[in-house]
């Protein structure tokens, strides 16, 4: 299984960016999907997920609003929209698949991960 991020890069705060992910070795469209970040000194933490049919998604409240997840099971590629960009969404992005997305508890059980992105937001 192979993930491939692209997307980041240096923005400064109130811009935006999308991130893309995609993917190969897998069965892309029966797999739920997500993203994590790690900012220096911090643990992982799961951003937002999708399941496989995109009815279900996910958004950790540090984002809600402002970060849009979005698959296309046609391309194999997953995205995430980021608007209104601030300084403390600074980070490392990664791209998990074959995990399991619930609306109420985010992402969990990744079994592949990407090789990450930078993100950095200036202010």
């Known amino acids: 299984v192979q993930l491939v991020e692209s997307g980041g890069g240096l923005v400064q705060a109130g811009g935006s960016l999308r991130l893309s992910c995609t993917a190969s070795g897998l069965t892309f469209d029966a797999n739920d999907m997500g993203w994590f970040r790690q900012a220096p000194g911090k643990e992982r933490e799961g951003v937002s997920c999708?399941?496989?049919?995109?009815?279900?998604?996910y958004y950790a409240d540090s984002v809600k609003g402002r970060f849009t997840i979005s698959r296309d099971n046609a391309k194999n590629t997953l995205y995430l929209q980021m608007n209104t960009l601030k300084p403390e969404d600074t980070a490392i992005y990664y791209c998990?698949?074959?995990?399991?997305?619930?609306?109420?508890?985010?992402?969990?059980?990744?079994?592949?991960w990407g090789q990450g992105t930078q993100v950095t937001v200036s202010s």
């Open positions: 999708i399941d496989w049919r995109g009815g279900i998604t």
């Open positions: 998990a698949a074959d995990l399991i997305c619930r609306s109420y508890s985010g992402p969990m059980l990744v079994n592949y």
